[in-house]
């Protein structure tokens, strides 16, 4: 038999799957897989499914019903002050991932090279791969997380052809500063290099922070494409309504990919997203700020049962350093916490494609509060009995 395509047979089963399926299997709290335990806002819930009975029902246009496309570029003006042509410049994807595959697929030639920070969200590398992309990384290593500017200086050289940056960053939790978006906006400029920007967790920043798109920076309106996903913003994970803002020469080949990818995207959930986006500013406040407080809710418990945590200032997860505990590196522990502790979280490692480190695992704390508290007395429990 020939063999498959050697990108995807190369490859395990993603690790928030492998981890979901384990956390079933042992009846585990499952910390792992980041989505939230509540569902989003029932107006919301209720606007889908009355667009499912009214319609519509049949395909939309391929780039997204003009209602979720305007609501995309008015808050891109209402947060961030960008002008956007609903028109030109925004579609509609089935999901973040459907979106960077699509950017990614029509932005990539053989041998041109890809910037990309490790940690790195899993579905990056092998759709760079797909591409023919040669991906160049650039390491974040923890608690910091800080970006060493000779390391990206010497990522970057003429064959970039564009630099991935998820911000919020999943799992380190880390929200770029602007010195830091600066410097990357700075060597796109200087190398002709485009950033395909992972903000499905823009709206979950804390501490008073606001998010910066990349795409605000000198020079980035017309290198930038930015992605955002209903999924995190309005806790509908399994809705996978995503969306790309682009000036109108990048959105044109993704547009090309997309329609060959899904073509187009279920229309009455865009319908209920659509209004989700004109939800006023409280509803985007409280997002933030109860994950702010499951946060600081979930870091003080590991604190105090001595598993220390990095700082997490946005997304759904907080990163844990449990190389003191002695239950091996961060696989088998998060494996060994699963079927002992019954608390499932997933190992950092697997956002690493060379040399991670083997100490840090991350919990995500979207959950009800009684759900983080039982986590954390299992621990505590599984802690002392050894
Ligand atoms: N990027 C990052 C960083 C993510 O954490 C996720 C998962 N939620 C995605 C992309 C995929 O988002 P979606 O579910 O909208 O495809
Ligand atoms: N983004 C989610 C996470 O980081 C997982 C999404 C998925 O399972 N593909 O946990």
Redesign the pocket.
């Known amino acids: 038999m020939k063999p498959a395509n050697r990108v995807f047979t190369s490859l395990g089963t993603t690790i928030f799957e492998v981890m979901s399926q384990l956390a079933v299997k042992h009846g585990s709290i499952n910390l792992g897989q ?1 989505f939230p335990d509540v569902d989003g806002p029932e107006d919301l819930r209720a606007s889908a499914a009355e667009a499912v009975m009214a319609g519509p029902n049949q395909y939309p246009s391929m780039m997204g019903i003009p209602e979720l496309r305007q609501g995309v570029a008015d808050a891109n003006k209402r947060f961030y002050g960008l002008d956007v042509d609903w028109q030109r410049e925004v579609m509609v994807t089935s ?6 595959t699509d950017c990614l697929l029509a932005l990539i030639e053989p041998g041109d090279e890809v910037v990309l920070f490790e940690p790195l ?1 899993d ?1 990056y590398l092998p759709i760079v791969r797909l591409a023919g992309g040669v991906p160049k990384f650039v390491r974040l290593t923890p608690p910091e997380w800080k970006v060493d500017r000779a390391a990206l200086e010497a990522a970057f050289s003429d064959k970039t052809k564009l630099i991935v940056v ?1 911000n919020p960053l ?1 799992p380190a939790g880390k929200v770029y500063p602007r010195e830091e978006l600066e410097m990357i906006a700075e060597l796109c400029v200087r190398h002709d290099a485009y950033a395909v920007c ?1 903000e ?2 823009e709206h979950i920043v804390f501490d008073g922070a606001g998010h910066i798109p990349l795409m605000t920076l000198p020079g980035m309106r017309e290198r930038a494409l930015r ?1 955002g ?4 913003t309005f806790s509908f ?1 399994g809705w ?3 969306y790309v803002t682009a000036a109108p020469a990048l959105l044109a080949p993704v547009a090309k990919a997309h329609q060959f990818m899904t073509f187009t995207t279920t229309p009455n959930l865009q319908k209920a997203v659509a209004r989700g986006l004109a939800k006023g500013d409280d509803y985007y406040a409280s997002l933030a700020g109860d994950l702010e407080k499951k946060r600081d809710r979930l870091a003080a418990g590991l604190e105090a049962i001595g598993i220390p945590v990095a700082h997490s200032a946005g ?1 759904y997860f907080l990163t844990a350093d449990i190389g003191k505990l002695g239950l091996g590196d961060d696989a088998e522990a998060c494996k060994r916490l699963t079927i002992e502790a019954g608390v499932t979280a997933v190992p950092v490692s697997a956002f690493y494609e060379n040399d991670a480190p083997r100490n840090f695992v991350r919990f995500c704390f979207s959950k009800r509060d009684e759900v983080l508290d039982e986590a954390v007395s299992r621990l505590r429990r599984y802690i002392a009995g050894r």
Do not use: H, Q, W
Request: charged share 15%; proline share 0%.
């Open positions: 980041g999901g973040a991932t459907e979106a960077l969200y579905c998820n999943n992972d499905v967790y992605i996903s209903a999924g995190k994970t996978k309504i995503g997304t």
